[in-house]
């Protein structure tokens, strides 16, 4: 039955995180968001990978912290409260980029590439929109033809979080144009390793500056045999399950942007006075204050139910 009391081992990863975020941060995060500073955020993101916190809800028998998602969301709220850059591209490591790997891959894959994403070593992306495909992800233009031992990638992705400074990038081609859905398939790409890759634009954005988004342009880009994922033509489900299993990150993501807001103007609305008064006593401003704080209760009781119903296995949509 789920329980809305955290355990003492939640309650420590809650607070090594808030620490985290306090100490590691949140110094400088305004000027990472106005300068589009996205290495800065890489280097955070690898000292994440230091305290176990890349790999947050994997096994440890793939370097993983083996715990689950309600620890990755409980990580999520207390980033986000004081950087949305760093947030999104956690969450983009962990649930897009990696998911697919340690949930579709074989053996030999997980071994491969799950202990490097889980430590920081490498920072994961999720190549799926395309100019003309966005939320019809069937309608894909990207195609990937076997030649050999290698799959020759040709195609256009945008708005791929992380994407320039990624060294694991899941990719999504049509192999067989003529199935539709039915004919995508996923493939994991090295960009740093795999000729025929670019990154030819970043976006411009009007908040979470300090996370890149990239045009991404595939010209004759060669994927050994080896890195499909799963299987020819299983790549709508992949990217579909796994932008399920996301959503959890979005969540966390909103919710830790609304509490880190609702923090800010409570402590401000201590600090203002007119009339004599803090407005945090005025009335009208009072039960603006309530009426935020009862709402990201519930946003953060949802998400967190969601989060424990995938870890049991369970219906969370």
């Known amino acids: 039955m789920y ?26 995060a305004k000027e ?12 955070i993101l690898k000292k994440m990978g230091k305290l176990g916190l890349m790999g947050i809800p994997y096994a440890k028998e ?42 579709f891959g074989n053996e030999e894959q997980k071994q491969k590439y799950m202990p490097k994403l889980c430590s920081g070593e490498y920072i994961a992306a999720f190549g799926l929109t395309e100019p003309c495909a966005g939320s019809d992800a069937g309608a894909s ?14 195609g256009t992705k945008c708005f791929t979080t992380n994407g320039e ?11 067989d144009p003529s199935q539709g859905t039915k004919g995508i398939s996923a493939f994991i790409v090295e960009p740093k390793n795999f000729p025929g890759i670019k990154f030819v634009k970043r976006e411009k954005k009007m908040g979470i500056r300090a ?16 890195n499909l994922l799963g299987k020819e033509g299983q790549g709508f489900k992949i990217a579909m399950a796994t932008l399920d299993c996301g959503r959890i990150g979005v969540a966390a993501h909103a919710t830790g942007i ?49 989060a424990w ?7 969370y949509g």
């Not at 990472?32 to 280097?43: G, H, K, Y």
């Not at 342009?217 to 045999?225: A, G, I, S, T, Y």
């Not at 004599?276 to 953060?300: N, R």
């Open 32 to 43: 990472r968001d106005l300068n589009e500073d996205f290495l800065a955020t890489r280097d």
């Open 165 to 175: 400074f990624a060294d694991v990038i899941v990719v999504f081609a049509m192999t």
């Open 211 to 226: 996370s890149v988004q990239n045009v991404i342009e595939m010209e004759n880009l060669e994927v050994p045999k080896e």
């Open 62 to 103: 793939y370097g993983g912290a083996g715990l689950g998602y309600v620890e990755y969301a409980l990580a999520g709220f207390e980033l986000n409260k004081v950087d949305a850059s760093v947030g999104i591209s956690y969450s983009v490591h962990i649930s897009l980029g990696s998911g697919p790997i340690y949930n």
């Open 258 to 306: 609304a509490k880190g807001a609702y923090e800010y103007a409570l402590n401000y609305s201590k600090e203002r006075v007119q009339f004599g008064k803090p407005i945090a006593k005025q009335q009208v401003i009072a039960f603006k204050l309530a009426d935020m704080y009862a709402k990201i209760e519930a946003a953060e009781a949802v998400t967190l139910k969601a």
């Open 141 to 154: 233009q990207c195609t990937a033809v076997l030649q050999g031992d290698k799959y020759i990638l040709n």
């Open 3 to 28: 329980n809305l009391q955290l355990s003492e081992e939640q309650e420590r990863i809650c607070q090594m995180v808030k620490e985290f975020a306090v100490n590691e941060v949140a110094p400088g």
């Open 309 to 315: 119903s995938k870890d049991q296995h369970l219906p």
